[in-house]
């Protein structure tokens, strides 16, 4: 099985800051990882595919990159809709594996 | 516009049995693959199932044997069959599907699931 970890666990920012997540696998899923927000009470929201792929709608201050077993989620200046949870996925197999999460909060 | 409607979520018994559905509208379910996640009050996403356009199936260890994913094409409509329910599979259940993307774009609002014991 894949196995995904996430740091940190929490992050706590203000607003404009520059934000970065790191996602890793136990082993090589190439690069199909995504990365989702979700806020509570609400279903999850795509932001990234295949690593760096921008999902429509999505604005460019986040931005994904990696490859292998290491990735990264960057938003390049937090907005106050960005306080969220993130979770990063895995879907080079079947068993489609979560990230534990990542909180952003506030500072 | 492309959705999805998950329904059947409740109260339940341990021990007891729930079926889940999922109604999608603007795509067709047996044209994609598509999956049930969820999420246990307070915690992470968790992959239960999946359904593949050609019809394979697979399951989380943690529900083998317990859950099976399967569609009615006719209906348009992903299902959930939950057996022999326990209480840490309290969560909130969501069917997702890539439509627009190869990643999971299209997600449904939720159905909680409460087992009690």
């Known amino acids: 099985d894949i196995q995904m970890t996430q740091s940190p666990s929490t992050l706590s920012a203000s607003v404009g800051d520059r934000v970065t997540i790191t996602c890793r696998a136990s082993h090589d899923i190439s690069s199909w990882l995504a990365w989702y927000q979700q806020k509570p009470g609400k279903a999850p929201k795509l932001l990234i595919s295949?690593?760096?792929n921008l999902e429509s709608g999505v604005p460019s201050r986040f931005s994904g990159s990696g490859s292998g077993t290491e990735f990264t989620l960057t938003i390049s200046s937090l907005q106050s809709d960005d306080f969220a949870t993130y979770y990063c996925q895995q879907y080079n197999t079947y068993l489609f594996t979560f990230g534990p999460g990542t909180k952003v909060d506030i500072k | 516009e492309v959705q999805l409607a998950e329904s059947g979520g409740g109260l339940i018994q341990s021990g007891g049995s729930l079926r889940l559905s999922c109604a999608a509208s603007?795509?067709?379910?047996?044209?994609?693959?598509m999956i049930w996640v969820r999420q246990a009050p307070g915690k992470g996403l968790e992959w239960v199932a999946v359904i593949y356009s050609g019809g394979s199936t697979y399951s989380a260890d943690s529900v083998q044997g317990r859950f099976s994913i399967s569609r009615d094409n006719s209906k348009n409509t992903l299902y959930l069959q939950m057996n022999s329910l326990r209480a840490e599979d309290t969560a909130v259940y969501y069917c997702?599907?890539?439509?627009?993307?190869?990643?999971?774009?299209?997600w449904g609002q939720g159905t909680m699931v409460t087992v009690s014991s």
């Open positions: 603007g795509f067709i379910v047996s044209s994609n693959y």
């Open positions: 997702a599907s890539p439509v627009s993307s190869d990643a999971f774009d299209i």
């Open positions: 295949k690593t760096s």
